[in-house]
């Protein structure tokens, strides 16, 4: 593990634009995030002019990002399971539809709230089905010591777009009218989707069958059980939970409290991108002088500060300087966090995991709009925005409980795994398998090998390991056996295929704790059942008296 104190590589944060595919993406992903944005304001002005209630302004971000909550399961399972380069395809292609028929909607005059919060939710569709595989292919596209600087600079570059796109759509509003920023942003849309379809990229594909849907899905939710993924899912769920409240509320301050318009809203939005751009560039450093986890303690903090501040002034200069402080702190807790689960994943199942963490993390924005939104309409903006960050404080509070503790220094490459022979013929779908480690350990390395024994569990069980028993022989006191199943022959090559470099580190330590020279005894068996064959006729067999 490393020092939380320490940077994790050298890599600069340029680095990964030397690589044209990732170059060609990730420009045309900063185009359509600055027609999402403009489309964003219109959004939410729109819905704060045509509607009179708080709760239904507050929606339009839950509106967006409750899909990633329903969906990024199962599209992460995709994304593993199938190319991720169709699967970006496909959500860029729902993102495109959606901003298109808004634009007609507003076009033809056929706007309603119901309207907008639909259209808004088929878009985060879109981003639910791109988001995973997307950030899953940055491995596949980039060496993985690129990878952290390739999450920063998305991160980066999205908030530099963050700093230009709201200032640019209430420019647009105010001048133009809804009608060209929704059209300006139907047409962005279509940028990533030609950068998609022109760019290809080396996936190492695998030499077994695909997955079942439920198996894919049920394999990634088990590997979260890995402390760091488990942590920092936990962390930035109640982050966003609370956090959300600054970008749901923003409309209703910037209406009800500043007396602004379109233009003020988005320079409110500018300030915010502002702050989390310069914590973006600056956040190598950062980490260089603190740890990771205080950093998000911090974070949390800052967003209160914004909260209390957004809550108590009329200042539009106040406001602005609030929300980039907390523009800072959602950038640095947002990127923490999704470095630590892309890396602390092995390629095989992190779409899965990342879509577990947007799952429950975008769940959490959307349940937090819709809390402030809530208390907005039914007591007051102020009190919303007062509970908003006393609930950011106590999210920094959990940090005392549950520190998040950034990325293993392990290698999360796949093994290169060859099948052992057999004497028998098996199927694909032969088994169960049962599988059998003896081990000889001597006395004084007991305890040593238990506590191997303890990882090896954890990493054979996420692996897809069942029924994962140790036993110690009665007769023979150093003799121990390691046994676990599979449900079938190609469970159990696909588990070993699974296995990274670094798990096999575990099996390695193991091994050294035997005596003499000599590897542990592997054994394999197949399962046969005795009971009889179904319709078979079992014959009694007649008891005897005897005097």
């Known amino acids: 593990m ?13 680095i990964p634009l030397q690589n044209p595919v990732f170059r060609s993406i990730w420009t045309a992903t900063q185009i359509s995030s600055l027609g999402w944005l403009v489309q964003s304001v219109a959004i939410s002005w729109l819905m704060a002019t045509i509607s009179a209630s708080d709760l239904m302004v507050a929606l339009v971000q839950a509106a967006s990002t409750l899909p990633a909550f329903f969906l990024s399961i199962l599209a992460g399972a995709i994304a593993d399971s199938f190319s991720r380069r169709g699967v970006m395809l496909a959500g860029h292609c729902l993102i495109a539809l959606a901003s298109t028929a808004l634009a007609l909607s507003v076009g033809l005059g056929f706007v309603s709230p119901w ?5 808004s939710f ?3 569709c879109g981003f639910a089905l791109n ?12 060496e993985k010591r690129d990878i952290p600087a390739a999450v920063t600079l998305m991160s980066v570059g999205y908030n530099v777009v963050r700093s230009i796109g709201p200032a640019l759509g209430g420019v647009i509003l105010a001048l133009l009218g809804p009608l060209t920023a929704f059209a300006f942003a139907a047409l962005t849309d279509l940028v990533p989707l030609s950068a998609v379809l022109r760019s290809k990229w080396q996936v190492r594909s695998s030499p077994l069958p695909r997955e079942r849907m439920t198996t894919a899905i049920h394999d990634g939710m088990r590997f979260t059980d890995s402390s760091e993924i488990r942590v920092a899912i936990v962390r930035a769920t109640l982050f966003g939970l609370s956090s959300i409240s600054i970008l749901a509320l923003l409309p209703l301050v910037v209406r009800d409290q500043l007396a602004g318009g379109p233009i003020v809203y988005g320079v409110l939005l ?3 991108g502002t702050g989390a751009f310069i914590a973006g560039i600056g956040n190598s450093y950062l980490r260089r002088i603190t740890s990771q986890d205080r950093l998000i303690t911090l974070a949390s903090v800052a967003c209160a500060t914004c909260c209390l501040l957004l809550a108590l002034t009329s200042s539009v200069a106040v406001a602005a300087i609030a929300l980039a402080i907390a523009g800072a702190g959602w950038v640095v807790t947002w990127t923490g966090t999704d470095v630590c689960v892309q890396l602390a994943s092995p390629r095989w199942v992190v779409g899965r995991t990342l879509s577990i963490y947007y799952a429950l993390t975008y769940g959490g924005m959307a349940a937090g709009s819709w809390i402030w939104g809530a208390v907005a309409q039914y007591y007051s903006l102020t009190w919303a925005l ?13 940090g005392k409980l549950l520190p998040v503790r950034l990325w293993e220094e392990s290698d999360q490459g796949a093994f290169d795994f060859r099948p052992p022979e057999l004497a028998l013929d098996l199927k694909p779908r032969s088994g169960p ?12 390395n007991i305890e040593e090998f238990l506590s191997c024994m303890r990882e090896r569990r954890r990493v054979q069980s996420r692996a897809g390991a069942r029924d994962w028993t140790l036993q110690r022989d009665l007769q023979n006191s150093t003799l121990w056996t390691e046994t676990f199943r599979t449900p079938t022959w190609t469970d159990y090559l696909r588990l070993n295929h699974r296995l990274t470099v670094t798990d096999r580190e575990v099996g390695e330590r193991l091994a050294a704790l035997q005596v003499g020279d000599s590897p542990p005894r592997l054994s394999l068996s197949i399962e046969r059942s005795t009971s009889p064959a179904p319709g078979s006729q079992v014959q009694p067999v007649p008891f005897v008296s005897r005097p």
Request: glycine letters at 8%; proline letters at 7%.
């Open 2 to 14: 490393r020092r939380q104190d320490s940077p994790p590589f050298a890599a600069n944060t340029l």
């Open 115 to 119: 309207l907008i919060l639909g259209l």
């Open 122 to 124: 088929l878009a985060g």
């Open 131 to 142: 988001d995973p595989a997307w950030h899953a292919s940055v491995g596949d596209i980039l």
């Open 270 to 272: 500018a300030g915010f």
């Open 386 to 398: 007062e509970g908003a960050a006393a609930a950011l404080l106590l999210v920094a509070a959990v």
């Open 433 to 444: 398998i049962v599988i059998k480690v003896e081990y000889s350990i001597p006395e004084e």
